[in-house]
């Protein structure tokens, strides 16, 4: 609220939870339930996040900031971001355990990693371009079948994999995307970025926690 409390926010929420006591103490945050059965894990959040319905909910605005609470903002570069012209922003991201914490001395070697190898955009800090959702949710479920897996893997690593995906998402690279968001290795990622912090970053409590202690007052 502190750095974008100035932007529309809308707490996405089950249809059966109350929150009386957030309404009031923010009026001005809007509010959208979706069915419960999308709440129980991160396969049912992930299948809300690929449907259609769920971007046509919000198709009143150009672009979507996904913030989950394990995300924290450093400074607002959102207008920035949203005049970049992509369709999808998030941290670069590899599935391997070994890159989950690197040491700033390791920070040419995550580097390399990144250039040479498809990553994930991770979606939990991520800035999404609405209508090129629909339209990419909509080609994709036209040629192939139910997506299973996470989410972002589907906008992101699988957009350059598939066709006739590879078109229709814009994205930046690797190292721009590290300027938006860290999520693996913060300490190798911000060596790489010239020590200078991004936009904001995701699951600070899970990777490399003692990096983040310098700059997240709430630890």
């Known amino acids: 609220m502190l750095v974008l409390?100035?932007?529309?926010?809308?707490?996405?929420?089950?249809?059966?939870l109350k929150l009386?006591?957030?309404?009031?103490?923010?009026?001005?945050?809007?509010?959208?339930?979706f069915d419960d059965q999308y709440f129980t894990g991160t396969s049912s959040y992930n299948q809300l996040l690929i449907s259609q319905a769920f971007y046509e909910r919000f198709a009143r605005f150009e672009y979507m900031l996904i913030y989950q609470l394990d995300a924290f903002v450093f400074r607002d570069e959102l207008k920035?971001?949203?005049?970049?012209?992509?369709d999808y922003v998030g941290s670069p991201t590899l599935h391997q355990e070994q890159y989950n914490a690197y040491p700033a001395s390791r920070s040419k070697l995550y580097a390399e990693a990144l250039k040479s190898n498809r990553f994930v955009l991770n979606g939990g800090l991520s800035l999404r371009?609405?209508?090129?959702?629909i339209r990419y949710i909509k080609i994709y479920n036209f040629f192939y079948s139910s997506w299973l897996g996470n989410e972002d893997m589907l906008f992101s690593q699988e957009a350059t994999r598939l066709l006739?995906?590879?078109?229709?998402?814009?994205?930046p690279a690797w190292n721009e995307a590290l300027t938006f968001t860290y999520e693996k290795s913060p300490a190798a990622a911000y060596k790489i970025t010239k020590e200078k912090l991004p936009f904001g970053c995701h699951a600070w409590e899970k990777y490399d926690p003692d990096f983040w202690r310098?700059?997240?007052p709430l630890m």
């Open 214 to 216: 310098t700059f997240i």
């Open 164 to 171: 006739p995906m590879r078109m229709w998402m814009r994205k």
């Open 80 to 86: 920035k971001w949203c005049k970049a012209g992509y």
């Open 129 to 133: 371009r609405i209508p090129a959702f």
């Open 20 to 33: 009386e006591a957030i309404e009031e103490k923010y009026p001005n945050i809007t509010y959208e339930s």
């Open 5 to 16: 409390g100035k932007y529309p926010i809308t707490v996405m929420k089950p249809a059966s």
